[in-house]
């Protein structure tokens, strides 16, 4: 199984996105990614974000979206994290709260049995508020991975 020690560090969070709207964040991350050597296809890659968004909403609430595109482009499985300090309003949550941090799931095609369990660990986490302070208020990438990648 992967641990969650394997897919996050902290040349993948950006604590101060640019972007506004979904569009814009969901490009930014996956330039990142791409950048990081992460994927090997940028719009492959978001179209596969964008097919899982059409599933259902992502935003699942306290200003937190948690985007996941499983795809062949994906060369390791990764979890990025971005931050926006003005919020991104057009992103559908279950609370209509903006959405001020995403944790993008980047996972290889041959990882799903691991996005569950991956997902369904970063889901455990965020019913801690100490977890959701820590991504809302954090000063450096390595604050975020260190409350992430700690035990609870």
Not at 4 to 25: H, S
Not at 126 to 140: K, P, Y
């Amino acid at each position: 199984m992967l641990d969650i020690k394997e897919v996050l560090f902290d040349e993948n969070v950006c604590l101060n996105l640019n972007a506004t709207t979904k569009d814009e964040a969901i490009s930014e991350m996956t330039k990142m990614l791409y950048r990081n050597q992460v994927i090997e296809d940028q719009k492959t890659f978001i179209k596969e974000i964008y097919e899982r968004e059409s599933e259902g909403i992502t935003g699942i609430g306290d200003g937190i979206a948690i985007p996941h595109g499983r795809s062949k482009t994906v060369k390791k499985t990764v979890i990025a994290i971005g931050r926006s300090d003005r919020g991104i309003s057009d992103w559908e949550t279950f609370d209509n709260v903006p959405i001020k941090c995403i944790i993008m799931f980047a996972i290889r095609d041959v990882d799903m049995s691991q996005h569950i369990m991956l997902l369904s660990h970063v889901a455990e986490l965020l019913l801690d508020e100490d977890v959701i302070q820590v991504l809302h208020t954090a000063q450096t990438s390595s604050e975020i991975v260190n409350v992430l990648r700690k035990d609870h």
